[in-house]
């Protein structure tokens, strides 16, 4: 399974990459939340919807770009959670840090997770409680989260509420900032590159599952502010609450 959903992600990379690669055919519009939504998007959408639908069909799909109404998602036990492109603001920017996310839950449990920055042809992916991480066709490597000092905190480059985040960074005696777009936060926690992701606007569920599934197999803990574990059993609200991703339990 874990390799067939890696060959789709590709698929969807090469489909994004063909406009990434050549910005006049890039056709960008507006959501009725005013963020921006991409051809890129949605031909990534087309491509991982119609794989999985073909892979197992009886399991059911929410996607960012393809919302499904909550009488009709609510008693769901297992679906497949996409991000069909993950930074569409990074992709408009060019600069590389969008990714394609897919993950499986499991009783609000993201039990498998992909993600793939095509520009960076970068793959990581978890399964059974262990990540790898796959580059330009290198052997694979397994990959840990892992404690380092002094700590790297990861910023959004689009997502900032600096009061808090200065809060955040007051209680670190030393640290180093990497602003980064895109659920690489999480895959970059999961390698040991980055000790903490504190999250404190608010994110979809599809930006976060894939992502919660690979820094989770590396040893990576994931909670919200009260110390509770996120999950993603179906609610009617897609939002996750605000969030801290560590490789140490006890900083909450």
Not at 28 to 50: E, F, H, L, Y
Not at 82 to 89: A, F, N, R, S, V
Not at 100 to 125: R, S, W
């Amino acid at each position: 399974m874990i390799k067939n959903i890696c060959v789709l992600a590709r698929l969807a990379g090469d489909a994004i990459m063909s406009i990434y690669n050549n910005n006049i055919n890039c056709k960008i519009n507006k959501k009725n939340d005013k963020s921006p939504v991409t051809n890129a998007d949605i031909k990534s959408n087309d491509i991982i919807i119609r794989g999985l639908s073909s892979l197992t069909p009886s399991i059911p799909i929410l996607s960012e770009e393809n919302l499904i109404p909550w009488e009709v998602r609510k008693n769901w036990q297992v679906y497949w959670l996409i991000d069909p492109l993950d930074g569409t603001k990074e992709f408009i920017k060019h600069n590389g840090e969008f990714t394609i996310n897919i993950a499986l839950i499991e009783q609000g449990i993201p039990k498998l997770g992909v993600v793939y920055a095509p520009a960076l042809n970068a793959m990581y992916y978890a399964i059974q409680g262990k990540a790898w991480k796959m580059l330009d066709g290198k052997p694979i490597k397994q990959i840990h989260s892992c404690y380092i000092y002094p700590p790297s905190v990861a910023v959004s480059r689009s997502h900032n509420c600096m009061n808090e985040m200065n809060e955040f960074l007051l209680g670190l005696n030393n640290y180093n900032i990497i602003k980064i777009g895109s659920s690489l936060k999480f895959c970059l926690i999961a390698e040991g590159k980055i000790q903490f992701y504190p999250r404190f606007s608010f994110t979809n569920i599809w930006d976060t599952g894939a992502g919660h599934a690979i820094a989770l197999a590396a040893g990576a803990h994931i909670h919200d502010w009260n110390g509770k574990t996120l999950n993603y059993i179906p609610r009617q609200s897609l939002l996750n609450p605000k969030f801290l991703v560590s490789v140490n339990s006890c900083y909450l």
